[in-house]
């Protein structure tokens, strides 16, 4: 067990561009997180699967960002028309949820820059 | 909706000194559970310690303690015997059963020699 994976760890585009981020999750964990995180700044939600099925969207996730996890294993994330507003890190987190929340173990992230 | 609030943004300690974080938090849930995570500089984050609301015991991992009120919204962390390794920023954090995790916006903890 390697733990969360992202990929890649940067990345820097220009304004306008399309980008997209991998993460690769514990195995067995059936949900997966992602969430964007500025500087100073707590981790705020984006999205989470169950599985291959996406269960919620945040309002922050506008209409220029899609997530899929297709067969349920890894997820990628794409950001359409990146905006400097879009700079940040992106963080992957997968868990077990049984009984309760176990806890969500984070990847490393992936630091965006949008110049 | 749950919000986290952590009212001090920045914290420092001597080490082998005890410190306290605090958090409050918004619910109108009786089945959630909270969490203290720890970022290092330029690390990834990690499980502190986590409380299940229906426990009324604290709960505590090695030199990690917290203060659950669950009548006031309160979840303290409690850091005894401050190491230079505990030098990050700690995040609480709440989730519904079942539902995604809500972070606060973090305190930034400081271990001084």
């Known amino acids: 067990d390697t733990g969360v994976s992202q990929d890649p760890r940067h990345k820097i585009t220009k304004r306008g561009q399309n980008v997209t981020f991998r993460c690769d999750p514990i195995s067995e964990h059936n949900r997966l997180y992602w969430y964007r995180q500025t500087l100073g700044q707590g981790p705020e939600f984006l999205t989470y699967f169950q599985n291959e099925a996406q269960l919620e969207k945040s309002r922050l996730l506008s209409d220029r960002f899609s997530a899929e996890r297709p067969k349920g294993s890894f997820s990628t994330l794409e950001i359409q028309r990146t905006e400097q507003g879009d700079s940040a890190m992106y963080l992957c987190?997968?868990?077990?949820?049984?009984?309760?929340?176990?806890?969500?173990?984070f990847g490393q992230g992936t630091r965006l820059t949008v110049v | 909706a749950q919000t986290v609030t952590q009212s001090q943004p920045e914290m420092s300690v001597q080490e082998a000194e005890t410190v306290t974080l605090s958090c409050t938090y918004d619910t109108s849930e009786n089945n959630y559970y909270l969490f203290w995570y720890k970022q290092p500089p330029s690390r990834q984050m990690i499980l502190v310690i986590r409380q299940e609301a229906y426990k009324q015991q604290n709960a505590t991992e090695n030199r990690f303690s917290v203060n659950f009120q669950k009548a006031a919204k309160s979840f303290s962390l409690k850091i005894s015997d401050s190491q230079l390794g505990d030098t990050a920023m700690y995040f609480c954090a709440f989730a519904n059963y079942g539902q995604n995790f809500v972070f606060g916006p973090g305190t930034r903890l400081s271990v001084l020699p």
């Open positions: 987190a997968s868990s077990v949820p049984g009984q309760g929340n176990t806890e969500a173990f």
